[in-house]
Structure formats: structure tokens, C-alpha cells
């Protein structure tokens, strides 16, 4: 079937504009995870979804980043006035119960911050 | 934060040798995953372990794990050129006070497989 998809692959964008990333999880899915990963780096733990709620947000470095995912299936990770630091690739996995399952992740989208 | 380390950070081998990869992690795991990711990709899971088992095994893969000693290891027997690839741990650490946290990936290793 169908693995986790990520739109755009590539974003490029100027300091200080609003960026939107999608992730469309494996049909079924009800956890849903987003990651962030520099270069040479492992992926950084961003925020997790149970099926429409944030069960845990620890990760997200301030308050101009903000994921939604408000029917329980496709979710948006939201950046706003983005910051040449937030170059990195962003992950988004899904899981058909959570952490105690393996993560199914996509191929990223790959933000150029300039 | 990363709470696995792997070591070495890279590794370089002729294909047929084996690779042995190893992760420390620092709290008490539920359990430990590993992922492989080639270059430009997403991670693949390869393995899960629990944090009742001593060893398993997926084809050429084999993982162990000693929780008295906060550690695991990945072998690849036999690798291939197409084995190339960064590999990373994960755990999936238990705090008593919220429950299992999501999966903590360390910095991987860099396997490099010369044919």
C-alpha cells in the first residue's frame, strides 16, 4: 500500500516568511509524528499526534512553529516568520498505535531557509 | 535531545565482512528500535526489541541488547555494497511520572560498503 507522503519535497523560502508542510500518514494510522533532522544529525522529536490531539509537543523550539492535524489523517506543520536556522529536513513518520510500534516515516521535505 | 549515541560514528568495510554497530542510551527504555536511512531518504525500520529480550534476529541482521549495561549492538553479516547507509538507534525511554516518551534517536553511524 500507500507510504507515508510528504509535500513539498523541497521548500525553499526567504527570512521571515510562512511556510506550511504537509504529511499524508498510512490510511489507518492514528499516530502521527513530526521530526526535524540537520545535516549529520539524527531526527529531532518534534510533536506527536493521537488521532486529532497533540499528545505531546514538547518538541517544538518556540512558539512560531505549530502543527495541526484536525480530522485524525493529514497533518500540517506550520513556521512562521522562519529563521535561517530552520534549514533542515522535516520528517513526518505515523504508526498504527505509537511508540511501542515501529515508525513508518516519509521522505522528508527539505526547508532552505535564505 | 539525543539519547542514544552510536559509535563508531563512521565505519568503512570490504563487502563480505561483518559491521557491528553500537548504541548507549541513559535511561530506562521499553524498548529499542533501529533504522537504517540512505542518503536523501526516509528512515527504514529494521528492528524492534523489547526491553525483556536479550537478542533478535531479520535476516542478516542481528540485534542484541543488555539493559544492565544501557546498550545495544547491530550486526550485518556478509554486507553488501547496497548495505551503505546511516544507521540509527531509537529508544522509547519509560518515566514512571508520564509513561513511555516518543522514540529518541541518537547520531547514527555512517556504513560505508566497498565492493
Known amino acids: 500500500g500507500a507510504g507515508v507522503s510528504q509535500t513539498p519535497s523541497n521548500k525553499v523560502t526567504e527570512k521571515g516568511k510562512y511556510v506550511e508542510l504537509r504529511c499524508d500518514p498510512i490510511?489507518?494510522?492514528?499516530?502521527l509524528y513530526w521530526y526535524r533532522q540537520s545535516l549529520g544529525q539524527g531526527p529531532e522529536f518534534l510533536i506527536y499526534?493521537?488521532?486529532?490531539?497533540?499528545?505531546?509537543d514538547s518538541g517544538l523550539p518556540n512558539d512560531r512553529f505549530f502543527a495541526v492535524r484536525p480530522e485524525g489523517s493529514v497533518s500540517t506543520l506550520k513556521i512562521q516568520r522562519t529563521e535561517r536556522g530552520d534549514s533542515a529536513v522535516y520528517l513526518c513518520a505515523s504508526s498504527p498505535t505509537g511508540h511501542v510500534s515501529p515508525l513508518h516515516f516519509g521522505n522528508g521535505t527539505r526547508l532552505t531557509v535564505t | 535531545s539525543q539519547q542514544g549515541e552510536e559509535d563508531p560514528q563512521a565505519l568503512s568495510i570490504q563487502e563480505g565482512e561483518n559491521a557491528t554497530m553500537n548504541c548507549s542510551y541513559k535511561?530506562?527504555?521499553?524498548?529499542l528500535q533501529w533504522y537504517r536511512q540512505n542518503s536523501g531518504r526516509g528512515l527504514v525500520h529494521l528492528i524492534l526489541i523489547r526491553s525483556n529480550e536479550r537478542e533478535k534476529h531479520s535476516g542478516r541482521l542481528r540485534v542484541t541488547l543488555d539493559t544492565s549495561k544501557k546498550s545495544s549492538s547491530l550486526l550485518i553479516t556478509a554486507s553488501r555494497a547496497a548495505d551503505t547507509a546511516s544507521y540509527f538507534c531509537a529508544t522509547v525511554s519509560f518515566l514512571s511520572n508520564s509513561g513511555n516518551t516518543p522514540l529518541v534517536f541518537g547520531k547514527g553511524t555512517r556504513l560505508s560498503v566497498i565492493a
Open positions: 535511561t530506562s527504555i521499553n524498548n
Open positions: 490510511s489507518g494510522h492514528t499516530a
Open positions: 499526534f493521537q488521532g486529532t490531539g497533540a499528545a505531546d
